[in-house]
Nanobody, 111 residues
Framework: VQLVESGGGSVQAGGSLKLSCLASTAIRSWCEMSWHRQAPGKERELVSRIGVDGQTNYADSVKGRFTFSRDRDKRMWYLQMNSLKTEDTAVYYC??????WGQGTQVTVSS
C-alpha cells in the first residue's frame, strides 16, 4: 500500500488547511487510519486516528480544531485543520494499518 499526502503549505496563525491522503488501494476494514506529525527536534506524535471500530480520536492539542474524515471507499482520508497555531508547524504524515506511511507534507504556520 502506498500513501501520498497533499495539501500542506504555509498559512498564518488562525488560518486553515486541509490535508489529503490517497491510498493506492482501499484500506481494509480491520486497519486503522491515522495522521501523525513531527516538528523539528521533536518526536513524531499521533494527531488523530480512526480505529477499526470507526471511533475517531484526537490529540488533546488539536481537539476542537482538527477534523478527520474519509471517503466511503477508504482510499482517501482528510485532516481539516482550523484555527492553526504556530505550534502546529510540522511535517504531517498519514498512516494505515500501523505500518504504511506516506512521505509527509510540510505545514508551516506563521504568527
Amino acid at each position: 500500500v502506498q500513501l501520498v499526502e497533499s495539501g500542506g503549505g504555509s498559512v498564518q496563525a488562525g488560518g486553515s488547511l486541509k490535508l489529503s491522503c490517497l491510498a493506492s488501494t482501499a484500506i481494509r476494514s480491520w486497519c486503522e487510519m491515522s495522521w501523525h506529525r513531527q516538528a523539528p527536534g521533536k518526536e513524531r506524535e499521533l494527531v488523530s486516528r480512526i480505529g477499526v471500530d470507526g471511533q475517531t480520536n484526537y490529540a488533546d492539542s488539536v481537539k476542537g480544531r482538527f477534523t478527520f474524515s474519509r471517503d466511503r471507499d477508504k482510499r482517501m482520508w482528510y485532516l481539516q485543520m482550523n484555527s492553526l497555531k504556530t505550534e502546529d508547524t510540522a511535517v504531517y504524515y498519514c498512516a494505515a494499518c500501523g505500518r504504511y506511511w506516506g512521505q509527509g507534507t510540510q505545514v508551516t504556520v506563521s504568527s
